[in-house]
C-alpha cells in the first residue's frame, strides 16, 4: 500500500512554491561558507525529456543537487509538475513498490508532471524494471526523469533492463570535488585563473604551469589532502556558523548501509579496508591480501575490491602488459587507490576502531613517506576522472612508472612528493622517452625537456575541468 502522504511530505512545494528554499539541503548549502555552483545543475535544470540516471558516492551532494535543481525550477514551470521521490525515506522495497509509488505521483489530479526526480534509487530491488513497467504503459512519455543511485553496478544494470525505453536518456555521474574545483570553491577568485580545458601536450601543459605556479595554490593543495572533495567534511576545516555533524560517521554509516544491501560482511570489508590502507600506493595481489586479512578466500577478496570500486571507494590499477601494449595485464599485481582523502581517512579510522578519522589524518600526514603514497592515490583518482584509462608498469624492483595513461597527451607519470629532486628521480621516465615527474613543490621545465618537474597542486590544477 502506498503512502502517499509520505509522497507528498516529500514535495512541500506542490501546496507552497516557496518550500522548496527552505529544504534542508537547500538551508545547509546556503549557510556554508564554501561557495560554488555544482557543475552538474546546469545540465539537470535543462535536460531533455527520457530517462537520466545519475550515478555517484554516497555523500557526495546528489540529493542537494537534486534539491537546488526544485528551487530553480519552481521558478520556471508550475511546482506541482515537478515531482520528487526519495526511495530510501518511502520504504519501498521492489519495483513493484517504485512501480505503486511512482503511478501514484503522475496519477494525481490535475498535476501533468513533467519533471520526475527519483533519488537513491538502487534502494529498491529490481528497480529498473519498475520503471520499464510504467515506460511500457507509456506513463513516462514526455517526462524528464532523472534516477539517482550509489552503486555504479547496479545503477547501469538499472538502465540496461530498458533499452529502448530511455528515450535518448544520458548517464550522469557526480564525484567528489576534484582540486581544481575545490580550489575555486575556497577563492571563486581562481575561476578566471585556472583553465577549463587540459592541455593537449606537454609543451602547452608547461606553459599553463608556468603560469600557475605563482597563483598561490599550495596552501589550498594542502586543506584539500585534509578534506578531500566531500562537502561535509570541507566544512569541518572552514566552518560557518552551523554545526556539522561528524563526516566520518555519516559517510562510514551510508558505506556499511550499502554493503548490507549488497549482502556483504562488514568484518570482512572491514579487514581488506586495513589491509588495503596498509599498502598504500604498493602493489597487491588478491592471495596476499586474503592472507593478511585472514579472510583466506582470494576469489572473496577480489569480489569485495571490485564492490568497493563499484560503491566509488578506490580505484583499482592494473600492470600494464608491457609499454608498446597499454592495455591491462590481469594476471599481475594490481595498485589500489581510495578514491578521496577523506574516504582513505574515513573508512581506515573505521577499520580500526581506536582512532579517528582526524588522528589518521594526522598521523598519515606527518609522515613523508605514507604522505606521498597519498599524494600518488590523488594524482590516481584525478586521472581516472579525466582520460579514463589509468594502468601503470613495473619492470624489477627498482624500475617502476606510477600511471601509464594511454588517452592523455603526456602518457607516462611519476609521482615524487619530496622536498629535494635530483636528475636521477627522472631516469625511469627518461630512458621510457620522457613524461612527466610530478614533485612537491620543483618546478622545471624547458621546452625540449623530455621530462617536465611539476609541483603537483599545479598539475592537479592544470587538468582544467572533467568532460
Not at 526526480?117 to 513516462?140: F, N, P, R
Not at 512519455?141 to 533499452?163: C, F, H, Q, W, Y
Not at 555519516?250 to 599498502?279: H, M, N, P, T
Request: aromatic share 8%.
Amino acid at each position: 500500500m502506498v503512502d502517499f502522504e509520505r509522497i507528498a511530505s516529500q514535495n512541500p512545494w506542490w501546496l507552497d512554491p516557496a518550500a522548496a528554499g527552505r529544504d534542508p539541503h537547500v538551508q545547509e548549502f546556503e549557510v556554508s561558507p564554501l561557495r560554488w555552483r555544482p557543475r552538474l545543475l546546469d545540465w539537470v535544470i535543462t535536460l531533455p525529456r527520457g530517462v537520466h540516471i545519475l550515478r555517484g558516492p554516497r555523500q557526495v551532494g546528489k540529493t542537494t543537487l537534486l534539491k537546488l535543481a526544485v528551487r530553480e525550477l519552481v521558478e520556471k514551470i508550475p511546482p506541482r509538475q515537478i515531482a520528487y521521490l526519495a526511495c530510501d525515506q518511502a520504504h519501498l522495497r521492489d519495483d513493484g513498490d517504485l512501480a505503486d509509488a511512482l503511478r501514484a505521483i503522475l496519477d494525481r489530479p490535475a498535476a501533468a508532471t513533467r519533471v520526475l526526480l527519483i533519488d537513491e534509487v538502487t534502494h529498491v530491488k529490481a528497480w529498473g524494471v519498475g520503471l520499464k513497467v510504467l515506460a511500457d504503459a507509456g506513463k513516462l512519455k514526455g517526462l524528464t526523469v532523472i534516477a539517482t543511485g550509489s552503486n555504479s553496478v547496479d545503477v547501469r544494470r538499472g538502465g540496461e533492463r530498458m533499452p529502448g525505453r530511455r528515450t535518448g536518456g544520458r548517464d550522469l555521474t557526480m564525484l567528489p570535488l576534484d582540486f581544481r574545483d575545490y580550489a575555486i570553491a575556497l577563492n571563486p577568485d581562481l575561476s578566471g585563473v585556472l583553465p577549463e580545458k587540459a592541455p593537449d601536450s606537454i609543451a602547452s601543459l608547461g606553459r599553463v604551469a608556468a603560469d600557475l605556479a605563482a597563483a598561490g595554490l599550495e596552501p589550498v593543495w594542502n586543506s584539500y589532502l585534509r578534506t578531500g572533495g566531500y562537502p561535509r567534511p570541507m566544512r569541518e576545516l572552514h566552518p560557518g556558523d552551523e554545526p556539522v555533524e561528524d563526516p566520518a560517521r555519516v559517510l562510514v554509516s551510508a558505506f556499511v548501509g550499502d554493503l548490507v544491501r549488497l549482502g556483504r560482511r562488514e568484518e570482512y570489508a572491514c579487514a581488506i579496508v586495513d589491509v588495503v590502507a596498509k599498502a598504500g600506493c604498493g602493489p597487491v595481489d588478491w592471495r596476499n591480501l586474503a592472507r593478511d586479512s585472514g579472510i583466506g578466500s582470494h576469489h572473496t577478496v577480489g569480489e569485495y575490491a571490485a564492490d568497493l570500486e563499484d560503491l566509488f571507494i578506490w580505484k583499482i590499477v592494473h600492470h600494464a602488459q608491457s609499454m608498446e601494449k597499454p592495455l591491462p595485464a590481469f594476471r599481475k599485481r594490481r595498485k589500489i587507490y581510495f578514491a578521496d582523502p577523506y574516504v582513505l581517512w574515513a573508512l581506515t579510522s573505521w577499520a580500526r576502531g581506536a582512532l579517528t578519522a582526524g588522528d589518521i589524518r594526522e598521523q598519515t600526514l606527518a609522515d613523508p613517506t605514507a604522505t606521498g603514497a597519498v599524494v600518488q592515490g590523488v594524482v590516481g583518482s584525478h586521472l581516472a576522472r579525466r582520460y579514463g584509462r589509468v594502468l601503470y608498469w613495473r619492470k624489477g624492483e627498482r624500475r617502476e612508472i606510477d600511471f601509464v595513461v594511454p588517452d592523455a597527451p603526456f602518457r607516462l607519470l611519476e609521482v615524487k612528493y619530496q622536498v629535494r629532486i635530483a636528475d636521477r628521480d627522472a631516469t625511469v621516465l627518461s630512458r621510457a622517452g620522457g613524461g612527466i615527474l610530478l614533485t612537491k613543490n620543483t618546478f622545471r621545465w624547458k621546452p625540449d625537456d623530455s621530462v617536465i618537474w611539476l609541483p603537483v597542486h599545479v598539475f592537479l590544477a592544470a587538468l582544467g575541468c572533467e568532460a
